[in-house]
């Protein structure tokens, strides 16, 4: 029996799968596309990660206020609240931790105008779960965070 690991950001996040290891690392996932959403959360939750997640900035937000995370993997193009501006707001509050922007359109010259910004790490859309978890794997082990 599988138990569910993902979860709204209202929600308090549950037990890993069963079957995987633990990695104890917690991963906001904010999109707001409900498929790429779910699927990604899924795969993650299946990697041994704590996944909650969001359908927006404002929402991604509301959660990072609320509760620690070890990576944020957010899409760029959202309405109310970019990716961008979420990354903004976060590092605004000094909360520094990783984070993956997804885009199919990077904001370059942004970001290179605001290094303080600090990605982790870009993942071009359109991507597979393979190079989603492979990323996410490669920034925590940067950051120090893999035990």
């Excluded at 620690?68 to 760029?76: A, C, E, F, G």
């Amino acid at each position: 029996m599988k138990h569910n690991t993902i979860s709204q950001t209202e929600a308090p996040v549950g037990a890993p799968a069963q079957g995987h290891t633990t990695r104890s690392h917690r991963i906001l996932l904010v999109d707001d596309d409900h498929e790429i959403r779910s699927l990604n959360a899924e795969v993650l939750v299946e990697s041994g990660y704590h996944v909650d997640t969001a359908k927006d900035g404002a929402s991604g937000w509301r959660a990072l206020k609320a509760h620690h995370y070890d990576v944020l993997v957010t899409d760029n193009t959202m309405p109310v609240v970019t990716g961008l501006e979420l990354i903004k707001k976060l590092r605004s509050e000094d909360m520094m931790l990783a984070v993956i922007l997804a885009s199919g359109t990077a904001p370059m010259e942004e970001l290179a105008q605001n290094p303080w910004l600090h990605i982790d790490a870009l993942l071009p859309k359109p991507y597979t779960v393979a190079q989603l978890v492979k990323t996410v794997d490669e920034v925590l082990h940067k950051s120090g965070t893999v035990h």
